[in-house]
């Protein structure tokens, strides 16, 4: 059983009671660690309220919009005042326009939205990372998520596979920067599961479909599959892992026609 009693976590990217962030908010609880939750704007408040009711510790729970430098660095000294150090960072955030969500890539995809896609879901987890460097702990380290839309190519998921695939690479060099003060950086890429960011790529049930007709392991993951091996990632089993993309996806990633 791995423990993380007197781990402090923060986890980014609750947005309802499905979020892969809730589940892995929930294991990290279940192993013991005091966490602090963040909802993107007021809207989503009362979601992450919700998940907070249901763990076994009361939760700090912070406002961060990850587009802004501003809301990062409030986050840092409000986390900073009230526990002085850290120990695990979840990054579970990405977002692109819906409309860049579709069709062909090179026609739906514009600048505007590029940058968007990339400032979200790559560029935040570096700047998370930054911010927090001076009070994570040694031995912490840090998870966000992925997707197979980095290294193939998948109907609809367009700008959002570049910037996974930027993320990926995020992870490396952050992997490298963070080895020296023994701070460990990892991705999970998991395979597709049904939440609200995926109900805004077209097409997203036939996905689905195909993963669990044709994985190794015959069946789409959940999010308990993924929240277990982001547990894992984070505790001291994991010490020698890091600057890893990791699969979560019933095995599907090995498979070719
Ligand atoms: N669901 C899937 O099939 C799947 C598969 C692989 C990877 N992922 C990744 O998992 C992560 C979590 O997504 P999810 O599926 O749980 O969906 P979700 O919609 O529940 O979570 C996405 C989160 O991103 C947050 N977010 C978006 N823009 C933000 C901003 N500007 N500032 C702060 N937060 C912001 C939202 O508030 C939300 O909490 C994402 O990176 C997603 O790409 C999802």
Known sequence: MISLKN??????????????ATGIAKSLDKAGAKLILT????????????TADDLSTKPVILPCDLSSDANITNLREQIERTYKNIDIIVHSAAFAQREELSGNYLENTTREGFK???EISSYSFSAIAKEFRAIINPEGSLITLSYIGASRVVKNYNIMGVAKASLEANVKYMAA?????????NAI???PIKTLA????????????????????????????????????????ANGITGQTIYVDAGFNIVSV
């Open 7 to 20: 781990k402090i976590a923060l986890v980014i990217g609750i947005a309802s009671d499905r979020s892969i």
């Open 39 to 50: 909802y993107q704007n007021e809207k989503l408040l009362s979601r992450v309220e919700k």
């Open 116 to 118: 968007i896609a990339h």
């Open 177 to 185: 920067s963070l080895g020296e003060d023994n701070i460990r950086v």
């Open 189 to 191: 890429s998991a395979g």
């Open 198 to 237: 995926a109900s805004g790529i077209s097409g997203f049930s036939e996905i689905l479909k195909i993963v669990s007709e044709r994985s190794p392991l015959k069946r789409n993951i959940s999010v308990d599959d993924v929240s277990n091996t982001a547990l894992f990632l984070v505790s001291n089993l």
